[in-house]
Every structure is written in C-alpha cells, then in structure tokens.
C-alpha cells in the first residue's frame, strides 16, 4: 500500500482527514462524514490516486464510542495496484444521524454493500437508488451487527409448529435430547420415548 | 378476394400485452436454492430485474464475534463450501497478519498445494454444475468423479471429505501424510485428463457454445467499477490476481499464468476457469518438487500455537498453555487489518478487528460472490429469459459466501 | 408383512400368483420409486451432489429422478440450512407435496440448525413441518445418507410414520469396536 496516498489526502482536504494511520501495510485515513462523498470522488478521478475498484464497505459498531458507528470502506487501484481504507464515524448513543452520503455515483459496485451496511449496521446512505434490506427480510427489526443486538434474539416469519400440531414433542426431538445426539451405546432407536 | 386485413390499421392485430411478472427461485434447480429473481418479462426478455439474496443468510459476522479466533475457522469453512480450504488459509493469514506471524516454509507450501486442490474443485464444480443445468448431464457426472478424487486427498489429509475445519493460527492442524505428494502427483493428471473430456464434448457441443457466446457480455472497465475479481473479472481481460499482483505464501516462487478472456462474455467465463484447471495442475506439480519432507509446520510461538500433545499430558507448563489457549482463547494483539487472498470466486479478504481479547471484535468477509451477484440484474437485463441459466451458472454464486 | 419373498400358489409349485395385503404391496411400490425434490440450499448440497452422481449412485435405491415440482414428488430432501426467511418457502413446497409424502432432514442444520444458533436460523426444520429422518453429519457422508434413505424405505414398508435418525455404522463407545479407550480412574482400570 502507499503512503504517498495518504500525504496526498491531506495536501488537498487539509482538516477534514481527520486522522491518518498506517499499520501492518494498511494505510487508513478517517474522514469527516460531510465530506465522504467529495473524497470519494476526488480518490476515483485523481491521477496519482485512481482507485477505481470498491473493495468492502462495512459498519463497525463501538457502542462506547461518541460517533457510535464507524462506516468502512476498502479501495483497491488496479493500474497502480494500491490499497487504502477510508473510515468516516456517525450516528449517536442512539444511532441517530447515522447518514451519509451514497457512493453509488462513484463506484456503481458499492450499491449491494450499502444496503448490507443498511441491513446489518443502520447506517443510511442519503441518494441511494434503493435502500432496502438485503439479506435480512422487510419485516425484521433492528439490526443485527450492532453490539446491542442479542445473537440469538429471532423473529420467525412463520409461527413454529406447537406440539399439539405435530402430536411430537418438539422442544428435544429424540436424538437431540439431553444427551446431544450421543445416542449410541443407548437402546436402540426408540424415537418417543421417555429417554 | 380481398385480402381480409385490408383496412385494418397496422398493429391492430397485435394482441394486447402488458408486462408479465414472473419469480425466479428461490427454490429453483438452477437459483442454487439462495437466490430469487423476481423479473418483468417483455415477451420472452428481461427489462427488469430485481436480483434478492440472502435466503442463506447465517449469520457469519455475528457468530464470530462469540467464540475464540480459533472456533472461526468452521464457520470459514461454511462460507464458500466449494473450496473451504482457500476459507481456511485465507482466515489463517489475516490473523497471521494481525499477530505478525510468518508460518514455517513447509506449511506454507503445505496450504498453497491444499488452496489448489480447492481451487481445483471449485472449478470443476462450477463447470460441471453449469454444463448440467445447460442439459448436458454427462460432463457433471465427470466433473463430479474427478472432484471425488481431489476429494479423496483432502480427506486423506484432513479427515473430512468437505469442511475441513483444518487451519491454525499458526500452522495447521496436521502434518502432511508421507503419501501426500504421491497422491497428488498421481491424482492431478487423471483428474485434468477427465476435464480434457469434458472439454471436448462441450466445446463441440453447437448448442452448448450458442447458449454461452456473446450472451452475458460486460467490459472490463464495468466489472471493476462493480468491484468484480477472480475468474470473473479476468475473463473480461483485466489481469488481476491476488496471487500474481499481491503474492503471498509462496506464490512468487512459482510459475504459472494467469489465462485471460477477451470479450467477456459467459463463454469467456467457462474458458477462463477450465484453463485454471490446468494452471492449478501446474502449480501442484511445483508444490511436489519443492515442499520439503520434513520440518515443523506449526509457528513455535506460545502464545497462538497450541503445544504437543504429548507435552501436555506430560509437563505443566504445557499444560496451562493448552488450557489458556482453549479456554481463553489465543490473545491476538489490538488493532485492524485487512487481508486478502484468491479464493475460488476472487479476492476474498478478511477485515479483522481486535480488541486485544481472546474473542474478534468483528469480523467481516469480503465475499467476492458478493460483488459478482450485484452485477447480475445488470448482465440479464434485455436478455432473453433462457439465458438467465448459463450467466447465473457462469458467475458460480455459492451462497453460503455470498449470503455471509 | 413386507416384502413378497416367496410366491407360492395353491398347488404348492413357486410360480404363479402371489398373495398379499394389498398396502404391503403399495408400500413395497412405493419404497421402490421415491421420487425426490431436493430442495438445496447450502453446503450439503454438495455432498448430495456426490451421492447422486456415479461412485454412490443414489439410483441403485430407485431414488435418482430429481422432481422440481413439489406436486410430483414423494420425498422432499431438505438439504442445508433454513433461514428463517427461507422458512415460508420451505413450508409452502411441502404443501405442496401430494400425500403420501415423506421428508428427511439432510444434516444437522436441517435437523436442529446446528452451530448457527442465532438470530436469522430456524432451529430444525420440525419446527416448521413435520420431518421423518434425520440424518445427522456436517455435511452428513454419502454413506450416511445412504442409510438415512434404506430407514426411510423401511419406514415406508413398515408404515411407521415416527421420526427415526440415521446412526452410526459403528457405536465408537461399544468395546467390541476397539475405538475409543477410556481411562477413568487412577486405578488403572480401562473402560
């Protein structure tokens, strides 16, 4: 990766990189969300910089933080062949104001990673042609990357089966009783039994 | 007689039509089972597309964030199922980054000869898979014996026919056997004699070439700006490999080309990965003559590595080691990378955040499945319905990757 | 009564007619021509891939003829994971089925959703439709699922409509396998 990307960031937007890092190769410049959209275009178009491809776009959830949620974004230039990591942080405690400027103009790849960044994290992107979820359905709620969301907290489109339905118990199904599936050196299949 | 239409106005014969809606999938042979494609249909062309994943979703990231960095590894593995190895090495090296670890010669060598044999199958399986849902049954029927073959070396390995579960950070799980190198060098030429077969009779097949030329076509300066890479992105002549442009392991050491296609289209897509095949071959033969026979494969640091097992049972130190290391997990140091490798579908990388603990912060997949299919709406749009399966099967969505 | 072994006719010589019930016979048919819609969604899929092609060849169990309407089909595979937005569809497949219909829970995610115990996993398919074997495995071998379809035949031929699960070939706690040697105690004594 270059640094001289970074050295050039900061000639031409001056204070709004907030913060420039490089670690383990990986140069990584914080933006001020107001200005997103304008460094992403000026990374396309500049000569010395061209990063034409969108690698990643995620949403990086610091609960503790004050902006909460850090939006992601990896850049790869595949004439020059160099790496950088744009980072820009919005939304409160609450995750209100959590917005930012779409990059769909910029690189038409990011369309699919915004709405997943919509899906999971609840970052919204202002000017994107269409911001639904992606891989969760319309009707979850919430968003399952951030820190507060409970791992296993479901919202099934259908109501589950109840036993009278399926005449079976269904809670621990025979081979996955207490004894985890270990069903050997019991008796022999007997599905309903009491073990 | 007059002619019967004769003062009728042109095109009021034409029978009334208003766009169908028709929906694809999700539970379609051809969709994978993941993915449902909801189209307006003119006729028999597309002139809208609405592309819905994420019927496969499992939460990936989420999971991570629960166990060690160790217990990640079978997630990975989950991910592209079709080549889980290049999941595990990929994992492997974006911690190794983080922890500043170099694994030792044998072991890199080790992965890349295992990375391969991966390569190896995913390919033969996507060829395979769209060969069939073309109609030619044959070619997957040979697709699939030689993958069982590259299957039985992976099992040899590792002990399991699919999801290995066998990187380390670190290492690996295990040495390689001592008949390792034998079974390769006998397996990878039967396996591309039998893709030479396949070849021949799909390549002569008329059909099988009109349903794939010039349907499908995007230019190279589109599947970058989708953020396409792999075989996917080469067939369309952009020369981007992870493993040609960023080497890692030992990758520089080797010799092999990198097969690009000209137009683009889904034909281009097949070639390019069964020219793949072979470079893989190429490869592997490499791999044989210079992976040494003997050597550590696992990194001595006690920190990420887990000790002998003999030691374990014998000294304490050895011991603690193992329970820290499995109850606490291995402490990988604070900070964020990302990481990147070839995998079977393109750049698959890694973005790891760590807090310093035992357990990742966040883990995120850069699924090159993932970009491909956003492309997809774009490539079928205008085409006619029937070509939906040769370019769905060309860009070889696999969705446990795809759908995180 | 199952299987028409012998056919023996009323002057004692083996050819002619058989006698049987008549849902003995059904039954016989039936476990004969599955017919399967396999409804594939992750990684087991690929190891039913592998069942079905030459080296198991699933068809020697007059099971190879892949249905892809629901209404056709007698066995419905459920091969990998269920989401829960997959969960409506999966529901609504089966149906779809016409009666007799039969399902196996392909792999532990199919079976209890396996180790994505999470927000977006439906917890085993029986949550959402009635399921007959279980076939455990991550993904199950070919061998497994071999099985889990010869329980399902038997089921059939049986008429025993309760939930079975394929087993191991070999108990490994069983001391005739000479497996798994346990040490439990300092005494020294091996279990």
Redesign the interface.
């Known amino acids: 990766m270059s640094e001289a990307a970074l050295s050039r960031l900061k000639e031409r937007f001056g204070a709004a990189i907030l913060e420039t890092s490089s670690f383990l190769g990986d140069d990584t410049a914080v933006v001020d969300a107001a200005r997103w959209k304008e460094i992403a275009l000026f990374l396309r178009d500049d000569s010395k910089l061209s990063f034409d491809m969108p690698i990643d776009l995620c949403g990086v959830d610091y609960p503790e933080r004050l902006p909460r949620m850090e939006v992601v974004l990896h850049v790869y230039s595949t004439s020059l062949r160099h790496r950088l990591r744009m980072k820009a942080r919005v939304g409160d405690d609450e995750m209100n104001g959590a917005e930012i400027d779409s990059l769909v103009p910029v690189w038409s790849g990011v369309e699919w990673l915004e709405r997943e960044t919509y899906d999971m994290s609840g970052v919204t992107f202002r000017g994107h042609p269409d911001l639904r979820r992606i891989l969760m359905y319309p009707e979850f709620e919430g968003h399952p990357l951030r820190k507060d969301y409970a791992a296993n907290r479901t919202q099934p489109l259908i109501p589950y089966r109840t036993e009278e339905e399926a005449g079976v118990p269904l809670e621990k199904l025979a081979p996955f009783g207490p004894d985890e599936g270990m069903s050997f050196g019991r008796r022999p299949h007997l599905p309903h039994s009491e073990n | 007689m007059e002619p019967l239409d004769i003062d009728l106005e042109e095109g009021e014969l034409e029978l009334p039509s208003e766009p169908m809606h028709l929906n694809l999938g999700p539970s379609h042979p051809a969709m994978h089972g993941t993915v449902r494609i909801v189209l307006e249909l003119s006729g028999e062309s597309i002139s809208k597309a609405d592309v819905q994943i994420g019927y496969l979703h499992r939460g990936f990231e989420k999971m991570c964030e629960r166990g060690t960095w160790t217990q990640v590894f079978p997630y990975v593995d989950r991910l592209n199922y079709v080549s889980p190895m290049l999941n595990n090495v990929g994992y492997a090296l974006a911690v190794e980054k983080l922890c500043g670890l170099v694994v030792p010669d044998r072991c890199q060598w080790y992965r890349m000869a295992l990375g391969e044999l991966a390569r190896m199958s995913d390919h033969l399986t996507c060829t395979g898979a769209m060969a069939m849902e073309l109609g030619a049954f044959t070619p997957f029927l040979w697709a699939i014996k030689a993958r069982e073959m590259i299957w039985d070396i992976l099992e040899e390995e590792t002990g399991a026919r699919l999801t290995h579960s066998f990187g380390r950070i670190g290492g690996m799980a295990k040495p390689p056997t001592p008949a390792f190198k034998e079974l390769v060098r006998g397996t990878v030429p039967r396996v591309l004699q039998l893709m030479n077969e396949c070849e021949k009779m799909l390549l002569k097949n008329r059909i099988f070439l009109d349903r794939l030329e010039n349907v499908g076509i995007i230019s190279g300066k589109d599947a970058i700006a989708l953020g396409w890479t792999g075989p996917c992105l080469r067939a369309s002549g952009v020369d981007y490999d992870v493993r040609k442009a960023h080497p890692y392991l030992k990758y520089d050491e080797v010799d092999f080309d990198v097969p690009l296609g000209k137009k683009g289209d889904t034909l281009d897509r097949f070639l390019v990965r069964v020219e793949e095949l072979q470079q893989c071959g190429r490869i592997l033969s490499q791999i044989c003559d210079r992976m040494p026979d003997d050597g550590p494969v696992n990194c001595d640091d006690p920190r990420y590595v887990l000790p002998e097992k003999q030691d374990v049972y014998t000294t304490i130190e050895a011991t603690i080691q193992h329970f820290k290391l499995v109850m606490e997990g291995a402490k990988i140091p604070k900070g964020e990378v990302y990481s990147y490798t070839e995998g079977g579908n393109g750049e698959l990388g890694f973005y790891l955040v760590s807090d310093g603990s035992g357990t990742p912060y966040r883990v995120r997949i850069r699924p090159p499945c993932f970009q491909i299919t956003n492309g997809l709406s774009r490539l079928i749009t205008g085409r006619m319905l029937s070509d939906i399966i040769p370019i769905f099967g060309s860009i070889n969505m696999i969705g446990g990757e795809c759908d995180h | 009564m199952g299987e028409v072994t012998r056919t023996v006719t009323i002057d004692g010589s083996e050819q002619g007619f058989a006698t049987t019930k008549f849902d003995a016979l059904l039954s016989w048919a039936r476990k004969y021509s599955l017919f399967q819609y ?6 087991c ?3 039913f ?2 069942t079905v ?3 198991f060849d699933i068809a020697r169990f007059g099971a190879e003829a ?1 249905r ?1 309407s629901p209404r056709q089909s007698d066995v419905l595979w459920v ?3 269920i ?7 999966l ?1 609504r ?1 089966y149906e779809q089925m016409m009666d007799p219909k039969w399902v196996i829970a392909f792999g532990t995610c199919a ?2 959703g396996g ?8 917890p ?1 398919l ?5 399921c007959d074997v ?1 076939i ?1 495995g ?2 199950p ?1 070919p061998e497994a699922i071999l099985d889990g379809l010869m329980l399902l035949q038997d089921k059939i031929a049986s008429g025993d409509r ?4 394929v ?2 070939r070999q ?4 001391p005739k396998n000479d497996l798994v040697t346990l040490r439990t105690s300092a005494s020294g004594r091996d279990e």
């Open positions: 396999p409804f594939v969604t992750a990684c899929g690929m190891e891939m592998s092609s030459p080296r892949p892809f091969v990998g994971t989401s829960q937005r997959q969960a409506p569809v529901r497949i079976s209890c180790f994505y115990d999470n927000y977006t996993t439906v085993g029986d949550k959402i439709i009635p279980y455990p991550c993904p071998r309760r939930p079975g699960v087993k191991p108990d490994p706690a069983d």
